[in-house]
């Protein structure tokens, strides 16, 4: 894994656009997956600038989100349809018919998940997945105990993720208690792989997830299997990694042009 570690969340959110951007400008064809949750707002804002100042196309990119909620249909303000839209889609030139957000109305629940996964085969597969975590361990609404081969399906959400999402949708008993979610194995097959983290509440699940065993208890802890995955974290998301001064250290070392 390679483990860069940035002052701030601007700081390290900037460094993770330019890392998307570059994947954009090089394939403009590339395939992206997309997560939700505070982690990557300032990155989406920073990509849509880069939209609107320098030009960058997102004309022939298609994208995956990893995960929705059963039960909401894509026009409610808490799905993460809507989410998308307002922090990214409506501010870039994406086309509808390229973007990919599974379905959380849908009737036939399985089939719905096979199509999800088919559709990504059938783009070839995922260029570069972006990530949060969640404070277990999470990713995507992959919640312990997920299996590490698991592919996208309906998962029952733990009570400390619903209450992590109480201010979207205004009390707990709003909360719905299923999701629909990529897996683990449909995550690991992504080209690449980036883990944004920020924040003390994070610092236990990315000093798991970094330095501890693999675990389906720590659902994000089988990025270390992955050939390439970056996790990119600020100084506080990054304070109890044991090794956090050789990270750094590896960082300062590397010629200018392997630098994101
Ligand atoms: C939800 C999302 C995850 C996200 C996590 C952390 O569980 N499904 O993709 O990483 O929340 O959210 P936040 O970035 O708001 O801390």
């Known amino acids: ?22 994947l954009v400008r090089d394939d403009r064809r590339a395939v992206l ?3 939700t949750g505070k982690t990557p707002l300032r990155l989406y804002a920073e990509l849509a600038r880069m939209h609107r100042d320098e030009d960058l196309d997102f004309s022939r990119v298609t994208t995956f989100n990893l995960d929705e909620y059963v039960g909401l249909p894509p026009e409610h303000p808490s799905s993460y349809h809507s989410f998308m839209t307002e922090h990214l889609f409506r501010h870039i030139n994406i086309g509808p018919a390229r973007v990919h957000v599974p379905d959380g109305m849908a009737d036939d629940i399985p089939a719905c998940c096979s199509r999800y996964e088919r559709y990504i085969r059938e783009s070839e597969g995922i260029d570069l997945q972006i990530l949060g975590i969640g404070r277990q361990g999470h990713i995507g609404f992959n919640e312990p105990s997920s299996s590490l081969a698991s592919r996208t399906r309906i998962k029952t959400l733990t009570e400390t993720t619903r209450s992590d999402s109480v201010e979207e949708f205004g009390g707990v008993e709003h909360v719905p208690r299923h999701v629909i979610t990529m897996g683990i194995g449909t995550i690991m097959d992504s080209g690449m792989c980036l883990l944004l983290a920020f924040g003390k509440e994070k610092a236990t699940a990315v000093a798991q997830t970094v330095e501890g065993p693999v675990s389906a208890m720590v ?42």
């Open 1 to 22: 894994m390679e483990i860069i570690i940035r002052p701030d969340p601007a700081a390290t959110s900037e460094m993770a656009a330019r890392i998307v951007a570059r």
């Open 33 to 35: 997956g997309l997560a």
């Open 219 to 260: 659902p994000a802890s089988a990025l270390q299997m992955h050939e390439h995955c970056t996790v990119l974290v600020d100084e506080e998301a990054a304070s109890e990694l044991r090794l956090a001064d050789y990270y750094r250290h590896v960082f300062k070392q590397k010629p200018e042009w392997q630098r994101p």
